[in-house]
């Protein structure tokens, strides 16, 4: 089991900057390969970025590549989201995921292979 919970979200201006936590316990984090997802309501919780084991890889959806960037420390057992440029339509709840992979390259994008979910953090960007 892993229990993750994050933090660092708010309200901000548009052109600003925020960090994201997410925390996780309970497992070996180094085994899991890690994933932000956001939701705004009436919609699909969407991809924002996943970032294999080692932290090495990462990988973006279109809408924030260039502007967000993901990072994990594993001897914090922490993931983090570093947003840059937030827009109004960045405005969603966050929320960081957690999959199991053998590979230690390997990076997980798809929503439904997750296996665990914090339970989110609120991020709201005002024009």
């Known amino acids: 089991q892993v229990q993750l919970v994050e933090s660092g979200g708010g309200l901000v201006q548009s052109g600003d900057s925020l960090r994201l936590s997410c925390l996780a316990s309970?497992?070996?984090?180094?085994?899991?390969?890690m994933g932000w997802f956001r939701q705004v309501p009436g919609k699909e919780r969407e991809f924002v970025t996943g970032?294999?084991?080692?932290?090495?890889?990462?990988y973006y959806a279109d809408s924030v590549e260039g502007r967000f960037t993901s990072s994990r420390d594993n001897a914090k057992n922490t993931v983090y989201l570093q947003m840059n440029s937030l827009k109004p339509e960045d405005t969603a709840v966050y929320y960081c995921?957690?999959?199991?992979?053998?590979?230690?390259?390997?990076?997980?994008?798809?929503?439904?292979?997750?296996?665990?979910w914090g339970q989110g953090t609120q991020v709201t960007v005002s024009s």
């Open positions: 970032i294999s084991r080692n932290g090495e890889r990462t």
């Open positions: 995921a957690a999959k199991l992979l053998w590979s230690k390259g390997a990076i997980e994008s798809r929503r439904d292979e997750f296996n665990y």
């Open positions: 309970g497992a070996t984090f180094s085994m899991y390969g």
